[in-house]
């Protein structure tokens, strides 16, 4: 009924919490991939041990590719009617398969969200500041993930129908994959996306992973988000115009300030002034923002230096 793809590389600390954890599901009825993505570690003999021992499981060892190619080529073998991704170093909730699938079917969902955390006491738990359930249509849920609101931009801690992966893959050799990807599977939904109030996905922040490690040019690739959205909603994009140039605005002003805060701005010098000059151009557009994105706004244009001291400051 469901295919559990986890993308595994240089996690021999956290796999198999992470395993064991989708193992002790309530819900039995599943398949497990484990892409071993030419992890350098014990992490392929570990993903050969478990499958020995439960048959429900299947091992891919791959060259490596990176996080979209390990998750695409899970995709290509898994046979479930659901697809659903966990980070090798993330672990879930004992009911999280029953929970997502249950609400899956009582609203015949085409994707199941629900909340994920960092801290182990809460999971299991329900979000007080939410209703128990948030449904959407797909375009609903396409102005929610842009304005960044119920809706996430995560891969993980979603339960897909695997027909949305018919066409759509993650895109090879890239970062920011999530933020390239996900709106095409809600886009392409045909039902309902449901937004589960619990916690069921603990998500581990883990220092050594891409997102946290060396600042590099390709972070910038995310940049590329507006354009390709564009492009892909065709004539249906002037629909979301505003929530476009504002999901644009925020990940510009996230890398901006990353780069600021980890001390790479002459480093990237050239990134930052092409950021800096689209933020100028993002604030003439007049789109409805939250107050600290007009003060950051304002700020940069008047003294540039000075929020550059600020957003350093902030850091320590």
Partial sequence: ????????????????????????????????????????????????????????????????????????????????????????????????????????????????????????????????????????????????????????????AKLYRRDLFKTIRYPYGRINEDNLTTYKTIWEAESSIVCLNRYLYFYRVNLEGIMNGNFSAKRYEVLSFADEITQYLGHSAEDFKNEITYAEMRLAFRLYNECLQKGKAKAFKHQQDTIYHRLAVLKSKSIPMENKYLFMLYLLKINRTLYEFVIKKLRK
Avoid at 32 to 52: E, F, M, N, T
């Fill in 1 to 156: 009924m469901i295919s559990v793809v986890v993308p595994v590389y240089k996690v021999e600390e956290y796999l198999p919490v992470c395993v064991d954890s989708i193992l002790k599901q309530t819900y039995t009825d599943f398949e497990l991939i484990l892409v071993d993505d030419g992890s350098p570690d014990q992490c392929g003999v570990i993903c050969d041990r478990y499958a020995a021992q439960d048959s429900r499981i299947q091992v891919i060892h791959k060259k490596n590719g990176g996080l979209s190619d390990a998750r695409n080529a899970g995709i290509e073998v898994a046979k479930g009617e659901y697809i659903t991704f966990v980070d090798s170093d993330d672990y879930l909730h004992p009911d999280y398969l029953k929970d997502m699938l249950t609400v899956a079917v009582e609203h015949q969902a085409a994707i199941v969200q629900c909340n994920f955390t960092h801290e182990a006491a809460l999971l299991g738990a329900a979000n007080n500041e939410q209703q128990e359930a948030s449904l959407f249509t797909p375009a609903e849920a396409l102005h929610d993930l842009l304005k960044m609101n119920i809706v996430q931009v995560n891969a993980w």
